[in-house]
């Protein structure tokens, strides 16, 4: 078997344990491991989300994980875009895609060039989108007390 090339991507935006646990359990299953970082312009037009980290800030963060060898700026929607500037030998995701219309669509295109999907546990109850509601409220409050 040669050398195995991992691919984890996400947002990586308000880094939280959930990000280094997918980290963590890709860098198990593969020789080399590469993060794709998602661009602020791509998160903005895919998911509608402001990051509140700047890409290369997120970047420079996850340059410094020690599970990462590389990190790779993400600036197209398709994977498989990653996959043809990289040639990674697996993509890691978490179980959250397993099963999914996206999931399944994502095994499909990626069988294709002989790329395993794997799925790790998604860390439900540590999000970025979490963390995002709890420092909204905690800035309503504040505005609230402020008056």
């Known amino acids: ?4 090339i991992g691919y984890a991507a996400g947002a990586f935006d308000l880094f939280h344990v959930g990000h280094l646990n997918i980290l963590r359990h890709a860098r198990e299953h593969c020789d080399v ?3 794709g970082v998602v661009s602020d312009e791509m998160l903005r037009a895919v998911k509608g989300i402001d990051p509140v980290v700047p890409t290369a800030e997120r970047a420079e963060i996850v340059r410094h994980i020690s599970y990462v060898d590389d990190v790779y700026i993400e600036t197209r929607p398709a994977k498989i875009d990653a996959w043809r500037d990289l040639h990674f030998t697996h993509f890691f995701k978490g179980d959250d895609w397993r099963g999914t219309e996206k999931g399944i669509a994502l095994e499909r295109e990626f069988a294709s060039v ?3 999907v794997v799925y790790f546990p998604y860390t439900v109850h540590t999000s970025s989108t979490t963390l995002r509601r709890a420092l909204a409220a905690l800035t309503d409050n504040s505005m609230v007390m402020s008056r």
């Open 33 to 35: 491991l590469i993060a």
């Open 114 to 116: 002989g790329v395993e």
């Open 1 to 4: 078997m040669g050398t195995r």
